[in-house]
């Protein structure tokens, strides 16, 4: 077990190593480059598809792409992450099912909506593409979505307004859609959202009822420093992702049965979602879940969501006993595990809240630390799990400029 390193003193680090591994496979200087933040959830997990509201930060650690064009229909992928196997992989070129890997699958299907979202041009013949990441797998802090919300920048480079806010919400929409539709490994929306759009000046505050994006100061202003541990990092948690599809589907399916784009504006949401999934098993619809199901799946995303805008109040009013008791009381999604023990071990140890750092796609705690006891808090930890510290980071941004 360890203690993973810090970012780069200096970020352009790893976009030369990305610029420098690009030119050695594939002989010639990428066309474009970009980087693009981890990603941190603080509350407000798995309920974007319920138009909740999700606080999420971002990391120092990132990812960076490169792409050069190629003229043979093909998209190469070759991506490297820390503890991690390299991957290469291969897919024609607007066939994402044709991918010789599931993360060729995900990238082929970003690159094939970019072109159907008329952000990359039609007349596109190939793709090279250099992924490299310091963000490890398995931390919860969304690698994938980082090299994703990258590769988008570095596709859509030729736009003029590439830094506006709603070409960055278009763009976060795009990655979206397609991690949806082409990864088994598909998660909150709001990752993509807040790489491509959130400053890291503070926490991203976004509201999937109204699209909205504003910012709460950032935790560490109350004196803490904050760590991923788990058993080990270098691998994605694909273990529970099905639960959580299943769950999203249903919400999804609860909206369009009502005619709203968000259960928070339907009045009286629970028990009108449970008349018609009484309604649907009543006709026979054998794919209708239970009625308690149904319910448990409703109150969560109330009450997650409501504990998301509560602990935005408590940074912004600097109630700092509040905002340590909601991190500490996260609500649970019926049906998923959770690293119990390791939260519990990570309290006992000094943080002074702690929680699942992405309950479903991850096996690692987020910890809130105080800045006096956080050395000797990762020390300790690092003896029996991987810890890597979680530093403020920066939007994603194009990395054209080759560094001096």
């Known amino acids: ?56 930060g971002l990391g120092g650690l990132r990812a960076s792409v490169a792409v050069s064009p190629r003229d043979d229909h093909k998209l190469r992928f070759a991506a490297s992450a820390p503890g991690s196997e390299p991957v290469l992989a291969t897919a024609p070129l607007g066939d994402p099912d044709g991918a010789d890997h599931p993360l060729g699958k995900r990238w082929a299907g970003l690159v094939h909506q970019l072109i159907q979202r008329q952000v990359l041009s039609r007349d596109t013949a190939g793709l090279d593409v250099t992924v490299l990441s310091d963000i490890p797998l398995g931390a919860g802090l969304g690698a994938l979505w980082a090299a994703d919300s990258a590769m988008c920048l570095a596709l859509a480079a030729g736009h003029g307004d590439i830094n506006d806010a709603p070409f960055r919400a278009r763009l976060a929409d795009i990655a979206a859609h397609a991690v949806e539709t082409y990864s088994s490994l598909n998660g909150l929306r709001s990752r993509h959202t807040a790489a491509l759009r959130a400053t890291g000046n503070g926490i991203a505050v976004i509201d999937y009822a109204d699209g909205s994006l504003t910012e709460a100061p950032h935790p560490t202003r109350e004196g803490v420093r904050i760590f991923s541990v788990a058993e080990t990092f ?58 308690e199901t149904a319910r448990a799946w409703v109150h969560f995303c109330e009450a997650e969501t409501l504990r ?3 602990v935005a109040r408590a940074l912004r009013s600097r109630h700092t006993n509040d905002l340590f008791a909601l991190v500490n009381s996260p ?3 019926r049906g998923l595990n959770v690293p119990a023990e390791l939260v ?14 992405a309950t479903g796609t991850s096996r690692a705690v987020l910890a809130l630390v105080p800045r006096r006891d956080a050395d000797e808090f990762a020390r300790r930890m690092a003896e029996q799990f991987d810890v890597v510290e979680i530093t403020p980071g920066t939007t994603a941004r194009l990395e054209d400029a080759p560094a001096s």
């Open 1 to 56: 077990m360890s203690l993973w390193p810090a970012p780069d003193a200096q970020p352009s680090g790893l976009v030369e190593r990305a610029r420098k591994e690009h030119e050695r496979r594939v002989g010639a200087q990428p066309a474009h480059v970009a980087s693009a933040p981890a990603t941190w959830i603080l509350a407000g997990e798995n309920v974007d598809h319920f138009g909740g509201a999700t606080l999420i």
């Open 308 to 310: 998301s805008m509560a």
């Open 234 to 291: 270098g691998e994605a948690d694909a273990g529970q992702v099905e639960g959580i599809a299943t769950h999203r589907a249903f919400i999804s399916a609860a909206c369009a049965n009502f005619g709203v784009h968000s259960l928070r504006k339907l009045p009286d949401a629970i028990e009108r979602v449970v008349e018609w999934v009484q309604a649907r098993h009543t006709v026979g619809d054998a794919t209708a879940p239970a009625p």
């Open 331 to 333: 609500t649970e999604l």
């Open 344 to 357: 519990a071990l990570c309290r006992e140890r000094g943080a002074l809240a702690a929680r699942p750092a």
